[in-house]
């Protein structure tokens, strides 16, 4: 069963290391942009701007805008559109020249940005080709070394990296969209994977503060619960092969799986955090066909299909007036067009908010065996080495930046070379360091991941009972030869003795398997087993038992008989969460089929229309 619940579990996210990257934002536009990210030695990963899915967003310069500010002062640093190029080839003119003219009218003290922008002007597929183009241009076993990769390697090289050893650079593809939209990317990102030479990951965008009419689906639990499913189901048929325009790899060849995960909104209280934990907590049981039903062997379930979270967006509802006018009696207007000049905040002010969500989601994901796994890429108004640490500190595995600390610069090499970044990665352990650490870190959560599927599994319940009642039968067995052989004074016959021990024997490996039980449900759980009282009553009666057993023959029968209704007490109780747990599984199973059969008369329903 535990074998079976493997199928469930998402693929990690890829090692990002330097654990430093950049946000989906207007840098991560054109075919340059990302070119000039995965250049860099200095990011372990490359996040896209997001995109839709066949059209690109209808940006328009003279609405979707962003301003740089000082948020001591309010006094603006420049803006801009970021529009990007629209025509899809990422090459576009007017976007760069944008960005040039920003870049020179920034202001050195600003720390915070607000932006009235939608999406990417540029579709999915044109970032599906942006990344081939970038994987072709990758060094093959046969050929030289490619300029992109020679200056990571330099850089490597420096850090004590092997020659030989080649680390490729993924990229998280952000995509938003309708829930059928945002399945049909995840179909052709994980179909082109096979095409491509790093590794893929998706980023579900459902924060976006900025769309008319629109509003952010994470905040709304069935909103996100339509989200999560579609992707599940995507998942679950990925070696479909439908779908137009997916980049190449149709057909019915099998789809590689990969990782996807969801760039959440800033939440402000536990009630929003807490309908993205329980829709988390449920989605495992969207996927589809036999793989939801027949194997959750626990009582919580399948494991959450998400890999990652990213938090967090820019905070809505934002506006930043205009410089002070030298006449008083002018009123001030907004610095952005469109919506009364209400956008989404990133930079310094945001900073507090996001490390908050960040350390909440950590706190409620590690609090649920279904969650656990789910990584967080903590992004918002990080702008030095402190903020990063602080970042790291509450649970993110990586630092996503939002702009504002690269607003001064065009590229992230830039940046280090202005020292804007440069005692963020001074903060970096060395390769060595981060080859034998990293080593037994990811070994011990593996190790961990796997302890928690088992004790979770229905083999473990039923090797426990086995054990218990080969344990009662040992204790009683025992009990009953000590008083017929009293009561008919054969105690010194030759058979007694060595029965007697092999009993004992017998029952202190038990006892110490017992332990050993304990000891690992510990190292599963971590202290949170200690939290639920019937784990401590097991704790004691294991506990009790195997001191019973090394005391051997020197107890009385009531300590003996009190062992013995304690065993059998945990026997009954694990048979009861046993049935207890099957009893909701039937339930739940119950609760899907009544949905899928309402969805079905919807759809008759549509039909006959």
Sequence with gaps: MAAHRDEHLPPPLTLIYPPLLNSANPWATTLEDLKGLFGCPHTGAVTTRTALLDEGFAHDDLVH??????????????????????????????????????????????????????????????????????????????????????????????????????????????????????????????????????????????????????????????????????????????????????GGGGGREKAVRIPWGLKTPPYTHAGQFERLASALREAGSYYSGSRSTSGDSDGAGAPCPVSFITATNTLGSCLLLADPSPDPHQQPSPKLPGALGIGGMAGAPLHPLALGNVATLRRLLDADVRTRHVALIGVGGVEDAAGYRRMRAVGAVAVGDDATPLHRCRTFDEAVAQGHLASILATQPSYEERGVAGTLRSGYHACRAKTQRFFRSKTKHWLILTMIILDIADILTDVFIALITCELRREDEPWVAPTRAALAYFASTLGRLFVVELILSVFADGLEFFYNWSHCFDALVIVLGFAVDLLEHNVTGEIVSLIVILRLWRFFKIVQDFWGEQAEQTEELRKRVEDLEKRNADLEAQLMI
């Design 65 to 246: 805008q962003y301003a740089f500010f000082d948020v001591g002062t309010h006094v603006s640093g420049g803006f801009g559109s970021g529009g990007g190029g629209g025509d899809g080839d990422g090459g576009g003119d007017a976007g760069v020249k944008e960005k040039d003219s920003v870049h020179a009218k920034r202001n050195e003290n600003a720390n915070a940005s607000l932006n009235t922008l939608g999406y990417s002007p540029i579709p999915l597929d044109s970032y599906l080709d942006f990344i081939g183009t970038i994987s072709d241009a990758l060094t093959s076993e046969s050929d030289p070394d490619s300029a992109m990769e020679q200056k990571n390697k330099k850089m490597n090289k420096k850090k004590g990296e092997k020659e030989g050893e080649k680390k490729r650079k993924p990229f998280i593809i952000s995509v938003t969209g309708d829930p059928a939209e945002v399945a049909e990317c995840y179909r052709r990102i994980a179909r082109r994977q096979r095409a491509v030479r790093v590794p893929l990951a998706m980023e579900v965008n459902l924060s976006c503060p900025n769309i008319p009419g629109k509003p952010p689906p994470a905040y709304e639990g069935v909103a996100l619960g339509l989200y999560l499913r579609a992707v599940c189901e995507a998942v679950g048929g990925r070696g479909d092969g439908g779908g137009e325009g997916d």
